[in-house]
């Protein structure tokens, strides 16, 4: 990694400890496993790094549990001593696959309920831990971030719960509106987003893509991702496009104004590789439909990125549209539960995070700067020119 010398330089804040929720527990040990190889590879280099108490370790998982009452009540307990440790602790608040049993009735663990375990775990730390950092890769809430009238804002008022709960920084992905660091603006909040592993994805799925204007475009969905999308035209020199909502604001359903019609503005899109590129996927409507009307158009090939598959209606929408030939691959990533099946699927392509999640973390317990990490152009660049040698 490019950033490893600065962390032989500097010595840790203090020994580290990841604690995770249970809807983490494969996100945490992919995390770990990559943080215990990239340690032992620095202390070969460097022997003094062993003697530094907790660099150099067998796991930096913390053992915890978080459990309930019959009345559906919960309680968290650390089995392990949190006492001048940098503690990490790890959530999956979109794991709708944990369960529990109230009154003996099962209920599925929703985002509320993954959010006080978070709390819980704070708590438990007793205030002993020297820092305490929130990974949260969805943040929770993150569609709640502004209101209309007489509207709860939910999102900021997340993150001040867990400023008041004496947490220093908060970890996410691809935040919905990163504005909503604002909430709380003298406590950390890091953003960090996944361009770099969407374009390996891409290029591994489909290798004779040709990043050029004349080959290739990015569309935006919606207005809401026009940041990533110009990103991502830019650094690849291709041109953008964007839809826009029109909605019905007559009426409400399922709490929102329902879409109309989505309105197209920018270049032909005719014989070009196109790739739709959002937050998000919940029950896929909107993006089904922008691959349709891009279709319709005459792009050659789709290619859907999202850094959150929900799928909250499941997949036979998508198998539908991929029989259909709307489009041909979905790149998303592995920052929150996906249903088993998804791995299933001739189209669905994982974009791995979890690397890139270790070396987040452990760039922060060394105190150093995360923007050498936060920005990704110069590892993307490096590759586009492989990519360039490659063809010539």
Known sequence: MPHTSNQERVLPLAPLKIAYLEGASEMAHAIDS?????????????????????????????????????????????????????????????????????????NHMSPDNHFQDIKRIISAANGRAHRITVVMPFLYESRQHNRTSRESLDCALAIQDLA?????NIITFDAHDPRVMSAEPLRGFDNFMPTYQFLRALTKT?????????????????????????????????????FYKRRDYSR????????????????????????????????GGSMLDVCRQIKARGAKRIFICATFGLFTEGFDKFDAAYEEGLFDYLITTNLCYTRPEAKTKPYFVTANMYKYMASIIDTLNHDIS???????????????????????
């Open 370 to 392: 995360a923007n050498q990490i936060k920005s990704t152009t110069g590892k993307i660049t490096k590759m586009l020119r492989k990519m360039d040698s490659k063809e010539s």
């Open 206 to 242: 489909a290798p004779d893509l040709n990043f050029d204007n004349r080959h290739f475009m990015v569309i935006s969905p919606d207005e809401g991702a026009m940041n990533r999308a110009v990103y991502f035209s830019n650094i690849l020199g291709a041109d953008i496009g964007m």
């Open 164 to 168: 008041n709960y004496g947490v220093s």
């Open 252 to 283: 409400i359903v399922n709490g929102k104004n329902p879409i109309v019609a989505h309105e197209f503005l920018g270049d032909s899109v005719v014989g070009k590789d196109c790739v739709v590129i959002d937050d998000m996927i919940a029950s």
């Open 34 to 106: 990559s943080l215990v190889k990239m340690r032992r590879a620095r202390g070969a280099r460097d022997p003094e790094a062993a003697k530094v108490r907790g660099n150099i370790e067998s796991t930096y998982l913390l053992e915890t549990k978080c459990s309930r009452y019959g009345t559906g009540e919960g309680k968290a307990k650390i089995l392990d001593s949190v006492r001048g440790v940098d503690l990490f602790i790890l959530a999956d608040v979109m794991n709708y696959s944990i369960t529990y049993k109230v009154c003996g009735h099962e």
